[in-house]
Every structure is written in structure tokens, then in C-alpha cells.
């Protein structure tokens, strides 16, 4: 029985030791496509990361033409009517405002604020304004009690 026995065991442990080899096979191809699926998916990321070429060079076009524009905005050469007119500037000698004039001037931008805040105010109360109502704000309002039908 001591042979029957060890030809059972031995046939057992050889049955294990090929289902171990083929979890081992079976696990090894896994961790193959793990590998390549994490190297696919690297290089994916490093391709999407990169901004595309288009646009970086539309970018440095862009930046390169605004600073063309603000370089001939601020160098622009004075036409002639604009120096004719700073020559004309300097040889007349700036005269002084006189009393009314000023006086004019300041009373008339005071009118002009006042009347600019009072129609401003008087607009705001009318968009803002709450809808009248018949009961002061605070008035807790009165809800009818529902009636009950005694039962009989």
C-alpha cells in the first residue's frame, strides 16, 4: 500500500507543480502587458505634455508682432502740424484765467455734480424700490385657520 500511496502523492505533486507553472506562465504574461501598457501610457503622457509646435510658433509670432507694435506706437516721429504746433505753443506766453471766468467754471461744474447725484439718487429709489403694500414690513400676516368638521 506504501507504493500505491507514494505513486498518488507523486502524481499529485507533479499535477501541482504544472498548475504552479502555469499560474507562474500566466502571471509573467500579465506583468509583460502591465509593462508595456505602462510604457504606452508613458509616452502618451510625454506626447500630450508637449504643447504642439504650431502652437509655440503662432506664440512667439504673436509676442514678436506686439512688441513691433508697441516699439512703432511709442517711437513715432512727430508730423510737421505737430511741431509746427509745439513752436506755436511756446511763442505764445500762457495768460492767466481771469476771476469770472473761473468762477463761472467752478460753479457750473457744481451745479453739474449736484444735479447728476440728486437724478442718480432719485433713479436708484425707483429700480430699488419695494412694492407698497397695505401692511407695514414687520406685520406678521394673518393665515386663516382651516375649518374642522366635527364628526357625527
Same mark, same amino acid.
Given at each position: 500500500?506504501?507504493?500505491?500511496?507514494?505513486?498518488?502523492?507523486?502524481?499529485?505533486?507533479?499535477?501541482?507543480?504544472?498548475?504552479?507553472?502555469?499560474?507562474?506562465?500566466?502571471?509573467?504574461?500579465?506583468?509583460?502587458?502591465?509593462?508595456?501598457?505602462?510604457?504606452?501610457?508613458?509616452?502618451?503622457?510625454?506626447?500630450?505634455? *508637449?504643447?504642439?509646435?504650431?502652437?509655440?510658433?503662432?506664440?512667439? !509670432?504673436?509676442?514678436? $508682432?506686439?512688441?513691433?507694435?508697441?516699439?512703432?506706437?511709442?517711437?513715432?516721429?512727430? =508730423?510737421?502740424?505737430?511741431?509746427?504746433?509745439? !513752436?506755436? *505753443?511756446? @511763442?505764445?506766453?500762457?495768460?492767466? *484765467?481771469?476771476?469770472?471766468? @473761473?468762477?463761472?467754471?467752478? @460753479?457750473?461744474? @457744481?451745479?453739474?455734480? =449736484?444735479?447728476?447725484?440728486?437724478?442718480?439718487?432719485?433713479?436708484?429709489?425707483?429700480?430699488? $424700490?419695494?412694492?407698497?403694500?397695505?401692511?407695514?414690513?414687520?406685520?406678521?400676516?394673518?393665515?386663516?385657520?382651516?375649518?374642522?368638521?366635527?364628526?357625527?
Amino acid at each position: 500500500m506504501s507504493s500505491a500511496g507514494d505513486v498518488s502523492s507523486a502524481g499529485r505533486r507533479e499535477q501541482l507543480e504544472q498548475r504552479a507553472e502555469a499560474t507562474r506562465a500566466r502571471l509573467g504574461q500579465r506583468l509583460e502587458a502591465l509593462d508595456e501598457r505602462r510604457d504606452r501610457l508613458g509616452n502618451v503622457m510625454r506626447a500630450v505634455s *508637449e504643447p504642439p509646435l504650431s502652437f509655440v510658433l503662432l506664440g512667439a !509670432v504673436g509676442l514678436l $508682432a506686439t512688441g513691433l507694435i508697441v516699439r512703432a506706437l511709442t517711437r513715432r516721429r512727430p =508730423t510737421f502740424a505737430d511741431r509746427l504746433h509745439s !513752436v506755436i *505753443e511756446l @511763442s505764445q506766453p500762457a495768460r492767466p *484765467e481771469g476771476f469770472w471766468s @473761473s468762477t463761472f467754471k467752478r @460753479s457750473a461744474l @457744481s451745479l453739474l455734480t =449736484t444735479a447728476a447725484q440728486r437724478y442718480g439718487a432719485q433713479a436708484l429709489d425707483r429700480v430699488l $424700490a419695494e412694492p407698497s403694500s397695505s401692511t407695514p414690513r414687520d406685520a406678521v400676516p394673518v393665515i386663516p385657520r382651516p375649518s374642522v368638521a366635527s364628526h357625527q
